[in-house]
């Protein structure tokens, strides 16, 4: 039988560096309770767990106005409980959020609304929720706020999705829309824009019109970086619906943090991936920036607020 449901997946990132750290069984038992602790906060706002998945949970809703209270409680109290956590333990939660029909088979939920959630899940930053604009749709009476991310591609969809984030920290931002106007929000012109990157004593500002550029280790690149842990073409910042596209095209990976806005910054590493640069923060070449031997671009972004969207990278 098919039924309009909103379904929920939450997943913890970083618990592979847990279990290394704490050793399979107490880590076992850490994740354990803590996908516990999101099936209870999720059943308390009238969900239902489908099932556990390892490090994360599978839920369904009712709808997107019981659902996103929810998902807002577990961002905001797993955010407060992980500023008491050593660094090497912080497991954050990345929230995917969809609505639509679910077809449930022998206590099993399927359908388009689940591969959706998986997949925003998947491609949602630490510390995000993702949601598509079905779910969007039905939250007009609960006042939360979100950003129109735009069209995203999302890997076994033909077509493009419309993905809003979901501003769940406690003090808002003004750039953030209100659910009621879903009209997306435009960046400024960008003929107006630029990008400035930063690299030891190495200053380069580029406008958007001179856009695509390369980062890497050879002279063909347009920003080059001298440090084995580069590739010769390492990255590609190029202009795409009126934002600053980076693309990773290394052997080692690509890692991005921001800042600004208040908000915790988070370091998302990118692997043949690619990501929205707004406003400022750093990019790592080919090691993580918590290495703090690691070659690191600041870069800043003219006229953008920060905001961070990972995307597949589609053949």
């Not at 497991?91 to 206590?107: D, N």
């Not at 009126?242 to 693309?247: E, H, K, N, R």
């Not at 908000?263 to 790592?284: D, F, K, M, T, Y």
Request: proline content about 4%; glycine content about 8%.
């Amino acid at each position: 039988m098919d039924v309009n449901s909103t379904v929920v997946f939450a997943d913890l990132t970083g618990s592979s560096r847990v279990f290394e750290a704490m050793g399979n069984a107490r880590a076992t038992d850490t994740v354990t309770r803590l996908t516990q602790w999101i099936g209870s906060v999720c059943q308390a706002h009238g969900g239902r767990v489908v099932k556990s998945l390892g490090d994360g949970v599978f839920a369904i809703f009712s709808n997107a106005a019981t659902a996103m209270p929810a998902v807002i409680e577990l961002q905001r109290y797993h955010q407060k409980r992980l500023m008491t956590w050593p660094v090497p333990l912080r497991m954050a939660l990345q929230i995917g959020v969809a609505s639509g029909e679910v077809v449930e088979v022998e206590g099993d939920c399927f359908g388009d609304a689940v591969n959706l959630a998986s997949r925003l899940s998947d491609l949602a930053g630490p510390g995000q929720i993702w949601a598509t604009d079905a779910a969007i749709a039905q939250l007009s009476e609960i006042g939360v706020r979100h950003r129109d991310l735009g069209l995203i591609t999302i890997r076994g969809r033909s077509e493009m999705s419309a993905v809003h984030r979901i501003d769940w920290q406690d003090e808002m931002t003004s750039f953030l829309t209100l659910p009621a106007a879903l009209t997306p929000l435009r960046l400024p012109d960008s003929s107006l824009g630029q990008i400035e990157l930063a690299w030891l004593d190495v200053r380069s500002v580029f406008r958007i019109e001179e856009l695509p550029i390369h980062l890497g280790r050879v002279h063909d690149a347009q920003f080059v970086v001298n440090d084995p842990r580069v590739s010769r073409l390492h990255a590609r910042i190029e202009l795409r619906h009126g934002s600053c596209v980076l693309t990773d095209l290394s052997t080692y990976g690509t890692w991005v943090r921001f800042h600004g806005n208040g908000g915790p910054s988070h370091e998302v590493a990118l692997r043949r991936e690619e990501c929205v640069l707004h406003g400022r923060g750093e990019i790592g070449l080919g090691a993580p920036l918590s290495d703090f031997t690691a070659p690191t671009i600041a870069f800043n972004t003219a006229g953008a607020e920060v905001q961070l969207s990972r995307r597949e990278i589609t053949n």
